[in-house]
């Protein structure tokens, strides 16, 4: 049952929060309907939810179609240039931003249809091949080079954890994205104010808590395993 999925995760932020002397507000929780129907959707909206998570442009036009601004809309999956467009349409906020050439791309759509694209930039903590994200030592740059693109506004860093059966092998990628927020924060790169840290998801939620996430990113724990 969603309801009870959604009570059980939501009392695990909780708990996560007080572990590491978080008020519960610090952390939201981004639900993941990339493998949910519509009138899932709909039933987590109706018991309070209000930002749901997509991983593709196209899955998230025909949800968006149907529910439109009643849900606030986060890409969270890799984003190709040509869909900038629709992208920018879309979501309120992109989490996977994972070069400069798609920032660019993002800030010309957005400035077309007068709105400021808020975005993460996503880093690949961990070095995997497979993984989309700039290095850590790329992002200093990324902010360099962004920095004059107006129609775009950096919020903060996002990341994707090796899977691992171990949630502990994994937090010193989680460390690693909020040390590098830290630190882009003193250096002052940036005009900006990085504060958020979008990661964990069903299975490394906690431990991504306790080492600083803002925003985890949960699908199966609600809607269960597919
Ligand atoms: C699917 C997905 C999630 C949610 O994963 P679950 O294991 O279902 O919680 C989070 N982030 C990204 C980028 C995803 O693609």
């Given at each position: 049952m969603i309801i009870d999925n959604l009570k059980a995760v939501t009392q695990r932020i909780s708990r996560s929060c007080e572990k590491s002397g978080r008020p519960p507000a610090d952390v939201k929780l981004i639900c993941v309907t990339k493998e949910a129907s519509l009138s899932q959707i709909e039933q987590v909206l109706a018991l309070g939810i209000k930002d749901i998570g997509e991983n593709r442009v196209q899955d998230a036009a025909l949800k968006y179609k149907a529910i439109g601004d009643k849900a606030t809309w986060h890409l969270i999956g890799h984003l190709q240039t040509n869909k900038a467009k629709e992208a920018v349409r879309i979501f309120?906020?992109?989490?996977?931003?994972?070069?400069i050439r798609l920032a660019k791309e993002i800030d010309r759509e957005a400035k077309k249809i007068g709105k400021i694209q808020d975005i993460l930039i996503q880093v690949n903590t961990s070095g995997e091949a497979s993984k989309f994200g700039l290095a850590p030592d790329d992002v200093a740059e990324f902010f360099r080079e962004v920095s004059?693109?107006?129609?775009i506004s950096i919020l903060g860093l996002m990341t994707i954890a090796p899977e691992v059966d171990d949630p502990e092998k994994i937090r010193p990628y989680f460390r690693k994205l909020r040390e590098l927020r830290d630190e882009l924060n003193d250096i002052r790169?940036?005009?900006?104010?990085?504060?958020i840290l979008s990661m964990g998801m069903t299975n490394d939620f906690e431990v991504a808590i306790e080492e600083g996430a803002t925003m985890v990113r949960i699908g199966r724990a609600i809607f269960g395993e597919k």
């Amino acid at each position: 049952m969603i309801i009870d999925n959604l009570k059980a995760v939501t009392q695990r932020i909780s708990r996560s929060c007080e572990k590491s002397g978080r008020p519960p507000a610090d952390v939201k929780l981004i639900c993941v309907t990339k493998e949910a129907s519509l009138s899932q959707i709909e039933q987590v909206l109706a018991l309070g939810i209000k930002d749901i998570g997509e991983n593709r442009v196209q899955d998230a036009a025909l949800k968006y179609k149907a529910i439109g601004d009643k849900a606030t809309w986060h890409l969270i999956g890799h984003l190709q240039t040509n869909k900038a467009k629709e992208a920018v349409r879309i979501f309120s906020l992109i989490h996977s931003t994972d070069s400069i050439r798609l920032a660019k791309e993002i800030d010309r759509e957005a400035k077309k249809i007068g709105k400021i694209q808020d975005i993460l930039i996503q880093v690949n903590t961990s070095g995997e091949a497979s993984k989309f994200g700039l290095a850590p030592d790329d992002v200093a740059e990324f902010f360099r080079e962004v920095s004059p693109y107006t129609n775009i506004s950096i919020l903060g860093l996002m990341t994707i954890a090796p899977e691992v059966d171990d949630p502990e092998k994994i937090r010193p990628y989680f460390r690693k994205l909020r040390e590098l927020r830290d630190e882009l924060n003193d250096i002052r790169y940036t005009i900006y104010d990085i504060r958020i840290l979008s990661m964990g998801m069903t299975n490394d939620f906690e431990v991504a808590i306790e080492e600083g996430a803002t925003m985890v990113r949960i699908g199966r724990a609600i809607f269960g395993e597919k």
